[in-house]
Nanobody, 118 residues
Framework: QVQLVESGGGLVQPGGSLRLSCAAS????????MGWHRQAPGQQRELVAL?????????ADFVKGRFTITSSSDNAKITVYLQMDSLKPEDTAVYYC??????????WGQGTQVTVSS
């Protein structure tokens, strides 16, 4: 089992920045990638960014150049960060951290609200 705890959401003005964090604990040796999805009201959940255990990252086109995903780890946990700059109102959504392990569906965090508004 993997447990995910997210933090860092909130209200920010357009053009501002936020950093989301997600700490994974439990069976972290089985994780081969972690990432962030988001879901706006009335919309489907969509991929924002992911990072593999080897450190490779991928981004959705709508965040390239504005968001950066990084990770750090120790024996007890893996922490993934999503640095979000130049935020736009259309970035408003609930952001969900996830962890991919072989042979089963992704683990998901509880979600953190990001609101971009003046």
């Amino acid at each position: 089992q993997v447990q995910l705890v997210e933090s860092g959401g909130g209200l920010v003005q357009p053009g501002g920045s936020l950093r989301l964090s997600c700490a994974a604990s439990g069976s972290i040796s089985s994780i081969n990638a972690m990432g962030w999805h988001r879901q706006a009201p009335g919309q489907q959940r969509e991929l924002v960014a992911l990072i593999t255990e080897g450190g490779s990252s991928n981004y959705a086109d709508f965040v390239k150049g504005r968001f950066t995903i990084t990770s750090s780890s120790d024996n007890a946990k893996i922490t993934v960060y999503l640095q979000m700059d130049s935020l736009k109102p259309e970035d408003t959504a609930v952001y969900y951290c996830n962890a991919a392990v072989p042979g089963r569906d992704k683990y998901w965090g509880q979600g953190t609200q990001v609101t971009v508004s003046s």
